[in-house]
């Protein structure tokens, strides 16, 4: 049982290597195989069809970003500082001249399937209603300033991180996201 899960994670970690460079659309089974070694239908018996890798791409992801928004909960009572630690994970494949996976996905939104459309909603909600609680604490608190509904200001926050991803890539330059990142950051933070 072990070899199996250590296979299918293999295989999705390659596959997401893929879409985060190319996009969901971008690739095939034998991409992977021909990465991970191994033959197609090996694949195939992880995940028949594409769409059932694209569930549980995006699946594994909001398992790790609900994992990360906890340790970040968890390291920082401050919520300003806990936004600086969001906007470090957008910078990770930033650095690696890549997109995540749900920038990607989203690219590709009109040819998924409907379940991963699904899957890809739940992960938005999940970061907005983070973004959203980490805000309006701030707020409260003291630590951030802005106008109007917390709500706005994460869905404002979170497509902000996200163009600032695509213009990095575009650019080849990690410097213009952090540039972005930096300014949002001093925007809401209260001196």
């Known amino acids: 049982m072990t070899t199996n899960k ?8 390659t596959a997401q290597a ?5 996009g969901f659309n971008g690739f095939s089974y034998a991409h992977i195989a021909e990465k991970v070694g191994i033959r197609t239908a090996s694949i195939h ?7 059932d890798l ?9 398992k790790q970003f609900l994992a990360a928004s906890d340790q970040i909960d968890a390291r920082t009572r401050n919520n300003a500082e806990k936004l600086q ?11 690696q001249n890549c997109t995540c996976l749900s920038v990607m996905f989203s690219s590709d939104l009109a040819t998924l399937s409907e379940k991963v459309r699904e899957g890809l909603s739940v992960f938005f909600d999940a970061n907005l209603a983070w973004l959203e609680r980490v805000l309006e604490q ?24 996200q163009g ?3 213009l990095a890539r575009s650019f080849r330059d990690a ?5 972005i990142a930096t300014g949002l950051l001093s925007a809401l933070t209260v001196s």
Do not use: C, M, W
């Not at 250590?6 to 295989?11: S, Y």
């Not at 608190?141 to 709500?151: M, N, P, S």
């Open 85 to 95: 630690q969001f906007t470090e994970i957008f910078s990770i494949p930033v650095q």
């Open 164 to 166: 600032a991803q695509l």
């Open 6 to 13: 250590n296979t299918a994670e293999l295989i999705l970690d």
């Open 45 to 51: 018996y992880y995940f028949p069809s594409k769409e």
């Open 54 to 62: 694209g569930e549980a791409l995006i699946a594994r992801y909001l």
């Open 138 to 161: 701030g707020r409260l608190e003291g630590h951030l300033r802005f106008e109007g509904e917390a709500r706005a200001q994460a869905h404002q926050f979170l497509a902000s991180l």
């Open 175 to 179: 410097a213009r996201f952090e540039l």
């Open 18 to 22: 893929i879409v985060q460079e190319f």
